[in-house]
């Protein structure tokens, strides 16, 4: 299985600030995803990160808003982009298994308080 | 839209007793039911998967249990231990939707002692 670290693991920021959370992966992949879970809930995808190409987003999330990018097999960013209460929530980021691409591994999140 | 959900928001177990987690699924096309573990604090964990083709499925202590006819998912946990405790989320995926997962509501296991 994949190892994956995120930074920052939380952060508190003031609304109207952007924040970019890193995920980093100790090998190879395909497929990254990021995830949203918002306090005490379930996950949500927002986005799909391409190798390569523009992400491909969730119906409910936008470029504007959660910009993303992979500019290569191990690594990925997601920006918070004019950030509002709302999004305070655990963003994570995942990676899905050579051969088992529904077998996803997750990193451990990034807690995100919007004052 | 399709969606996943769970029966009981939190399942009170005694230590040592068999836990039954219990989802219904809408998504009569998925080919893959895949059950997680979130600890506090922590990212989600891969428990035990089980391909629609399949009604049975067995790991270490976990046994996941597929009924197609009434779309209903459960994860069994045998002999329950204090390290069980976490949120469960069941999980599923169809074929063609690039490994894209449609997540539960998620359901909080708490061993007593």
């Known amino acids: 299985s994949a190892v994956i670290s995120q930074k920052p693991s939380r952060d508190i920021c003031q609304r109207g600030t952007s924040l970019t959370i890193q995920c980093q992966v100790d090998s190879q992949v395909t497929m990254m995803f990021w995830y949203r879970q918002q306090p005490g809930q379930s996950l949500t995808l927002i986005a799909t990160?391409?190798?390569?190409?523009?992400?491909?987003?969730e119906s409910g999330f936008v470029i504007d808003k959660f910009p993303i990018s992979r500019p290569n097999l191990t690594f990925s960013t997601l920006t918070v982009s004019n950030m509002s209460p709302e999004d305070s929530s655990i963003y994570l980021c995942?990676?899905?298994?050579?051969?088992?691409?529904?077998?996803?591994?997750f990193g451990p999140g990034t807690r995100l308080t919007v004052t | 839209g399709e969606s996943v959900g769970l029966h009981l928001p939190t399942l009170s177990v005694q230590e040592g007793d068999n836990s039954i987690i219990n989802c219904a699924y809408s998504n009569s096309a998925s080919d893959y039911f895949i059950w997680y573990k979130q600890e506090s604090g922590k990212g989600p964990q891969f428990i035990i998967d089980?391909?629609?083709?399949?009604d049975k499925r067995q790991g270490q202590r976990v046994t996941v249990l597929l009924n197609k006819t009434v779309k209903h998912l459960s994860l069994q946990i045998a002999a329950t231990q204090p390290g069980d405790s976490a949120v469960y989320f069941c999980a599923e995926t169809t074929t063609g939707t690039a490994s894209k997962l449609t997540f539960g509501t998620g359901t909080r296991l708490q061993v007593t002692l």
């Open positions: 995942s990676v899905s298994g050579e051969g088992r691409p529904h077998e996803q591994y």
């Open positions: 089980i391909r629609s083709n399949m």
């Open positions: 990160a391409n190798q390569g190409s523009e992400a491909t987003y």
